[in-house]
């Protein structure tokens, strides 16, 4: 059985930064591409960043040179380095893994359970 383990949220004034982790289990990590979504109040859940297996980047346009996703296929953990935060980040950040190599060519296979992010101002 897959599971996604987020850590790393929490309150940060604008202009600071956190990084979120995603510890997977229960699947051959490095196979799959990762990535992060975020689901503001009253607002849909929306891809922030995604990366494939060959460490292959995309990234929303809102977070573009703030945010970094990264992987590391040793410790079968993905991060998601955001720098320059604002309140329009917060939100809950999910972790996923798709069902298989790229983000473009597979569906979302997992979920994790959430991580909160509050940005003050």
């Known amino acids: 059985q897959v599971q996604l383990v987020e850590s790393g949220g929490g309150l940060v004034q604008a202009g600071g930064s956190l990084r979120l982790s995603c510890a997977a289990s229960?699947?051959?990590?490095?196979?799959?591409?990762m990535g992060w979504y975020r689901q503001a109040p009253g607002k849909q859940r929306e891809l922030v960043a995604a990366i494939t297996s060959h460490g292959t980047t995309m990234y929303a346009d809102s977070v573009k040179g703030r945010f970094t996703i990264s992987r590391d296929n040793a410790k079968n953990t993905v991060y998601l380095q955001m720098n320059s935060l604002k309140p329009d980040d917060t939100a809950v950040y999910y972790c996923?893994?798709?069902?298989?190599?790229?983000?473009?060519?597979?569906?979302?296979?997992?979920w994790g359970q959430g991580t909160q992010v509050t940005v003050s101002s």
């Open positions: 996923n893994q798709y069902s298989g190599s790229h983000y473009y060519t597979a569906n979302i296979a997992y």
């Open positions: 229960g699947s051959i990590f490095s196979i799959y591409a």
